[in-house]
């Protein structure tokens, strides 16, 4: 089944809606937990979206899902690949595994070894390739061409970002209208999945984005107008950075749907992630401190208002985790 690629909130909504039930059976929903720091912080009522107690560890593991469950069965049978080194890439192993379909992840030769491990674990077959996540994705993509196998791409496909909207059906059901939701982005697919379905329940809602600013491409894709090529510094939020594809199905979507995308420092990102674990009592990445270092900008969330903000993942080495509680 082919989806309606096009920048229409109401398909990407009716999408999302039919997603969220064949995912039911594979995946838990997340809790929503008070946030005592930022409600106190704001004098208002902030909730975290826990998506780092999904079986992987992230939402990514909601978009596998979604395209796995909705191939051909001729595509079943061929199997998928994908490139990742990190939560997409465990995130399709896993789906993989459960489905009984074969997975090809493409890394880069440089990858973490817990990250390759985490992979390996799955059951995914494991290429190592180039020096870094683009060559990887070129990869990647001329043996899904050369093997008649799908690419699952960790965003620009529209069951990947209806997938990771299926968040914001578990937060309609779960909550009080919100006022502001604070989404860490990278290639744009959970922030306009879980935007879309939010707007159609909730108009006023505010959606903010959250990037830190060293790696920061769609905050100065939406600021041009255009998906912009920018060059990514090192960053504590692994998982959000780098680029977006030219042809990019979020991008559009992101135009819509999107109020602002704030960029953070490093400095706060690794300040939010301490008050973070030690308020809400799990452990979060650093793409997750994002979200929380936008969370606590004075400001950002209303006195009085209601909020949300998404808690991504919780894959960080214990070695970077330790360094940062240390300060």
Not at 104 to 120: F, H, N, Q, W, Y
Request: aromatic share 4%.
């Amino acid at each position: 089944m082919r989806l309606n690629v096009g920048a229409d909130p109401v398909t990407l909504v009716a999408q999302t809606a039919a997603v969220a039930p064949q995912l039911a059976p594979w995946l838990p929903t997340t809790p929503l937990l008070a946030s005592a720091w930022l409600s106190e912080l704001h004098g208002a009522q902030v909730v975290a979206k826990l998506e780092n107690l999904q079986p992987t560890g992230s939402f990514k593991v909601r978009g596998a899902f979604a395209r796995l469950l909705n191939l051909t069965p001729t595509e079943r049978a061929a199997g998928v690949v994908t490139a990742s080194s990190g939560n997409h890439g465990a995130a399709v192993a896993y789906a993989a595994r459960a489905l009984g379909l074969a997975a090809t992840v493409v890394v880069p030769l440089g990858v973490a070894p817990a990250k390759l491990a985490s992979i390996r674990r799955y059951g995914a077959t494991v290429q190592l390739v180039g020096d870094d996540s683009h060559d990887a994705e070129v990869a990647a993509r001329a043996l899904a061409g050369a093997s008649g196998r799908v690419y699952v791409s960790p965003y620009n496909d529209p069951w990947v970002v209806a997938g990771q909207g299926t968040l914001a059906c578990e937060v309609l059901a779960q909550s009080a209208p919100l006022d502001v939701v604070i989404i860490a982005v990278g290639g744009g697919g959970l922030i306009a999945g879980v935007a879309a379905t939010l707007r159609a329940r909730w108009p006023d809602v505010t959606i903010i984005g959250a990037q830190p600013a060293a790696s920061a491409v769609m905050y100065h894709s939406l600021a041009a107008g255009r998906i912009v090529a920018d060059t990514a510094a090192p960053t504590l939020s692994d998982g959000t950075a780098g680029g977006v594809d030219e042809d990019s199905i979020t991008f559009p979507w992101c135009q819509r749907l999107v109020d602002a995308i704030v960029c953070v420092d490093e400095d706060e990102i690794a300040a939010a992630l301490r008050h973070g674990i030690a308020d809400l009592r799990v452990v979060a990445e650093g793409a997750a401190g994002v979200a929380l270092a936008v969370a606590a900008r004075p400001g950002c969330i209303p006195r009085g208002g209601r909020a949300a903000v998404v808690i991504c993942g919780g894959n960080i080495d214990p070695p970077r985790l330790a360094a940062i509680l240390a300060g």
